[in-house]
């Protein structure tokens, strides 16, 4: 993995947290409108994660196909980046 190991370890424990945190507040019958809050929020923070893991990458693995790789292999960081981005838009 190219990103930040140590950065995204820690973005992730705190993801984890913020969920642990939701089954709290699931298993106390909290109200739904801060459970859903608290939701948004946990999502919000890993499409951030994945945009830096996928940031990370385009700069190096997509970078160094497309200047010094065969067109294979241009084809195909080219082709997971198009299945990437059909995913994140649906």
């Keep these: 993995m190219q ?3 140590a950065k995204t ?3 992730l424990k705190t993801a984890r947290g913020q969920i ?3 089954m709290r ?3 106390e019958d909290r109200y739904c409108i801060d459970i859903s809050t608290q939701l948004m929020a ?3 923070m890993l499409a951030r ?3 830096d893991v996928l940031k990370a990458h385009i ?3 997509v970078r160094t196909a497309v200047e010094s790789g065969t067109e294979a292999e241009k084809e195909s960081k080219l082709a997971e980046v198009e299945h ?3 995913k994140l838009a649906r």
Excluded: F, Y
Aim: proline share 0%; hydrophobic share 40%.
């Design 84 to 86: 990437v981005i059909d």
């Design 42 to 44: 946990t999502q919000s």
């Design 3 to 5: 990103a930040d190991k």
């Design 59 to 61: 700069d190096h693995c």
């Design 49 to 51: 994660i994945n945009a």
């Design 25 to 27: 507040m699931v298993e």
């Design 20 to 22: 642990d945190g939701i």
């Design 9 to 11: 370890l820690r973005l």
